[in-house]
C-alpha cells in the first residue's frame, strides 16, 4: 500500500492573518465612521496617519532592516494603526501620532520578533508612550461636533472622588452626562471609545465570524460591574457601575485590545484570569491611582503575566502520572 506523507501542520484550514485582520478592521468601521462624523476632518486624518505610517514602518522593518524580500502586508500593521488612532485625543498633532506607530510597531511588535512573538499588545504600548510623553495634549478633550475643551465624564468622577464632592446618585447618570449618552456616544474623549453601541456592534460581528474568544471581555467587563457596584452600594460617591462601563476606554480595550490573539491567555481558565484581572487593575487605577482611566495599563501589566497565567492554567495530560503531570 501506498502511503503519501507531507510535512505538518496535516490540519489546515483557508483563514490566514490577513482574513482575520480584515474581519477586524471590517468591525471597528461603524465606531470609526461615527468617530469622524463626530469630530470631524482631523479625526479622520489622525487615523488614517496612524494606518498608513504603520503599514510604511513595517513594510521598512520587513523588507529593510530583517531583509526579508518575500514580505508581503498581511494588515495586523492597518489594525494596529487603526486601534492606536482611535485610542488617541483630537489634541495629538500627526507628527506625535507618528511617534507613537514608531513605538507600537518597532518596538512592542518588532523587537519581539514580529507577529505572534510580541508579550504586550503593540497599539496599547504606543498609546501608553504617548500619555507619558505628551500628557497634556493626550489628556485633552473636546467636545463633539463643537470640539470645545471639557473635562471626560471618568474624569468628572475622579475630581468628585478626589475633593470628596457630591456626585449625582440616580440611577442613570453622574456628572454632567446621562448613561444614555455615553452608551450611544455624546460624550468627550479618545476618538474611537466613545459610543459603547458601535464598539458592541463591531464585536458581535467578531462573534459571529468567530475571531474573539468571549471569555476575556466577560471577565473583563464582569469584574468592572461587580466592583464598581460594591463601591456604589458604599457610597454613591464612587459612581454608577453603568458609568464606569460605558465611560473611557473599558468597551474598546475590553472588546478589541484585551481579546488579542497572541496577548492573551489560550486556555478558558486563563481567559478568566486575565479578563478578572483585567478589570480588578482597572477599577483600582480609577479609584485610587493618579489617573482617571486605567485600562491600558490593566491589560499591559496582565499582558507580561500571561506566559504565568498559561502555565497555572494548563490542562492536566490524561492518563499520565499525577506527579509527572
Not at 127 to 143: A, G
Not at 244 to 271: C, E, N, R, Y
Amino acid at each position: 500500500m501506498n502511503l503519501s506523507t507531507a510535512a505538518a501542520p496535516h490540519i489546515r484550514t483557508r483563514d490566514d492573518v490577513r482574513k482575520i485582520m480584515l474581519d477586524v478592521i471590517i468591525a471597528l468601521v461603524p465606531a470609526t465612521a461615527f468617530a469622524v462624523y463626530l469630530f470631524g476632518l482631523k479625526a479622520l486624518v489622525l487615523i488614517l496617519t496612524c494606518v498608513v505610517s504603520a503599514e510604511a514602518f513595517e513594510f521598512f522593518i520587513m523588507r529593510f532592516m530583517r531583509a526579508k524580500k518575500e514580505f508581503r502586508p498581511d494588515g495586523s500593521a492597518s489594525v494596529t494603526g487603526l486601534l492606536l488612532g482611535l485610542n488617541l485625543s483630537l489634541a495629538i498633532v500627526w507628527w506625535q501620532a507618528i511617534l507613537g506607530i514608531v513605538v507600537a510597531i518597532g518596538i512592542a511588535k518588532h523587537i519581539f520578533g514580529g507577529l505572534g512573538k510580541n508579550f504586550w499588545n503593540p497599539a496599547l504600548i504606543g498609546r501608553v508612550f504617548l500619555v507619558t510623553s505628551f500628557p497634556v495634549h493626550m489628556t485633552t478633550w473636546l467636545t463633539p461636533f463643537d470640539l470645545q475643551t471639557t473635562a471626560t465624564p471618568l474624569m468628572e468622577l475622579k475630581e468628585s472622588i478626589t475633593q470628596g464632592g457630591a456626585a449625582v446618585t440616580g440611577a442613570t447618570s453622574t456628572g454632567s452626562y446621562s448613561i444614555s449618552e455615553m452608551f450611544l456616544g455624546r460624550i468627550p474623549g479618545s476618538i474611537g471609545e466613545v459610543s459603547a453601541l458601535l464598539l458592541l456592534i463591531g464585536f458581535a460581528y467578531l462573534v459571529i465570524r468567530k475571531r474573539i474568544k468571549i471569555p476575556v471581555p466577560a471577565a473583563f467587563v464582569g469584574s468592572v460591574l461587580l466592583i464598581s457596584w460594591l463601591f456604589y452600594l458604599v457610597n454613591p460617591l464612587y459612581g454608577h457601575p453603568l458609568y464606569h462601563i460605558f465611560g473611557g476606554g473599558l468597551m474598546i480595550g475590553a472588546l478589541f485590545m484585551a481579546t488579542d490573539m497572541v496577548t492573551s491567555p489560550m486556555t478558558l481558565k486563563g481567559q478568566l484570569i486575565f479578563g478578572c484581572g483585567c478589570g480588578g487593575i482597572t477599577m483600582l487605577i480609577r479609584y485610587f491611582g493618579g489617573f482617571p482611566e486605567g485600562v491600558s495599563f490593566a491589560i499591559l501589566i496582565m499582558n507580561a503575566l500571561v506566559p504565568l497565567v498559561d502555565i497555572f492554567s494548563r490542562r492536566k495530560i490524561f492518563g499520565a502520572v499525577k506527579s509527572n503531570a
